[in-house]
């Protein structure tokens, strides 16, 4: 596994308000990593320390292999050209088209601009280029942000809080057109507190809580082990939650003999229902 961020140990601090203590992971290059945990956690802070807009109180962040608080000019600018950042506030030019505003962009930082073509491809907004921004829909407003942030092609992908404030239909496509993009090599780094996006989409999970990661595994892995091994038989007599084990395997092959078994489920936690066991705090 290529590790392309690295977290050692890392903590910080706003005068005397603690953020981040004690953290540390590593995300691999490919992998979609989600960050989980309510608003005040710690999210957005471990999000601008790693795409260097902020340094941590102590310990060690990196990022391609680079020490982020001893990079020099020339690595940071390379930092910032394998990374794309995309937050729920990031703004467009209202007045402009979609086309203009990914021009503008291009010129700033001296991308090609055949780069729009391929971006708008990505995100599912070819139809709409020529369209001004302020005629859009939240959802595909957050659609160019993405295109914007994927213009450079960087190769590792910041989502802080991406779908917050889209409606369902919105959410998916933004999902979709990330899922792609993973597919095709881009590594993503997501944080949320929507437990359904981060189930939907990460390959791991952190649960954040209080500046602290609380667990650290991909969706199954934490069903698992947090799961109370219990299971749900629906049959003809009524509906029983039983602990898996011998007695329940008997009563269940009597109910399927004599016809009387309707339908077994086994009781998984949410994600939710792991958070809430582990830190006794909920993700809202
Ligand atoms: N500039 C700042 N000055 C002082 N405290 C801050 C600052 N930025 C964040 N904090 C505090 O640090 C803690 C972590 O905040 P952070 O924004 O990283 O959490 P978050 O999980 O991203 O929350 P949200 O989802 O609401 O954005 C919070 O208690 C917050 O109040």
């Given at each position: 596994?290529?590790?392309?961020?690295?977290?050692?140990?890392?903590?910080?601090?706003?005068?005397?308000?603690?953020?981040?203590?004690?953290?540390?992971?590593?995300?691999?290059?490919?992998?979609?990593?989600?960050?989980?945990?309510?608003?005040?956690?710690?999210?957005?802070?471990?999000?601008?320390?790693?795409?260097?807009?902020?340094?941590?109180?102590?310990?060690?962040?990196?990022?391609?292999?680079?020490?982020?608080?001893?990079?020099?000019?020339?690595?940071?600018?390379?930092?910032?050209?394998?990374?794309?950042?995309?937050?729920?506030?990031?703004?467009?030019?209202?007045?402009?088209?979609?086309?203009?505003?990914?021009e503008l962009?291009?010129?700033?930082?001296?991308?090609?601009?055949?780069?729009?073509?391929?971006?708008?491809?990505?995100?599912?907004?070819?139809?709409?280029?020529?369209?001004?921004?302020?005629?859009?829909?939240?959802?595909?407003?957050?659609?160019?942000?993405?295109?914007?942030?994927?213009?450079?092609?960087?190769?590792?992908?910041?989502?802080?809080?991406?779908?917050?404030?889209?409606?369902?239909?919105?959410?998916?496509?933004?999902?979709?057109?990330?899922?792609?993009?993973?597919?095709?090599?881009?590594?993503?780094?997501?944080?949320?507190?929507?437990?359904?996006?981060?189930?939907?989409?990460?390959?791991?999970?952190?649960?954040?809580?209080?500046?602290?990661?609380?667990?650290?595994?991909?969706?199954?892995?934490l069903r698992?082990t947090y799961?109370?091994?219990?299971?749900?038989?629906?049959?003809?007599?009524?509906?029983?939650?039983?602990?898996?084990?011998?007695?329940?395997?008997?009563?269940?092959?009597?109910?399927?003999?004599?016809?009387?078994?309707?339908?077994?489920?086994?009781?998984?936690?949410?994600?939710?229902?792991?958070?809430?066991?582990?830190?006794?705090?909920?993700?809202?």
């Amino acid at each position: 596994m290529t590790s392309i961020i690295q977290i050692q140990n890392v903590a910080k601090a706003y005068g005397n308000k603690t953020a981040l203590q004690q953290l540390n992971f590593e995300v691999a290059q490919g992998e979609i990593f989600g960050m989980l945990g309510p608003s005040g956690s710690g999210k957005t802070t471990t999000v601008k320390i790693l795409t260097a807009q902020l340094l941590p109180s102590s310990g060690h962040a990196s990022v391609f292999g680079v020490d982020l608080a001893k990079m020099t000019e020339a690595e940071r600018h390379n930092h910032m050209r394998q990374i794309g950042i995309l937050t729920d506030n990031s703004a467009l030019y209202e007045r402009l088209t979609i086309q203009d505003n990914l021009e503008l962009f291009c010129k700033l930082y001296g991308i090609h601009t055949k780069q729009i073509a391929t971006v708008l491809e990505q995100v599912n907004l070819s139809s709409e280029r020529k369209t001004t921004v302020k005629s859009l829909s939240k959802g595909m407003k957050q659609r160019v942000t993405l295109a914007r942030a994927l213009l450079h092609e960087p190769r590792l992908l910041f989502l802080d809080e991406p779908t917050s404030a889209l409606d369902p239909t919105n959410t998916r496509n933004i999902h979709e057109s990330l899922r792609q993009l993973n597919k095709a090599g881009t590594t993503i780094f997501l944080s949320t507190h929507d437990m359904e996006e981060a189930e939907a989409l990460c390959d791991r999970i952190a649960f954040l809580h209080q500046g602290r990661i609380a667990a650290l595994d991909t969706p199954q892995q934490l069903r698992l082990t947090y799961s109370d091994n219990s299971v749900t038989v629906s049959t003809t007599e009524g509906c029983y939650h039983l602990t898996q084990n011998e007695e329940t395997a008997k009563r269940i092959y009597e109910w399927m003999s004599q016809g009387n078994l309707k339908s077994i489920h086994s009781n998984e936690p949410t994600l939710s229902d792991i958070f809430i066991t582990l830190t006794g705090g909920t993700l809202k």
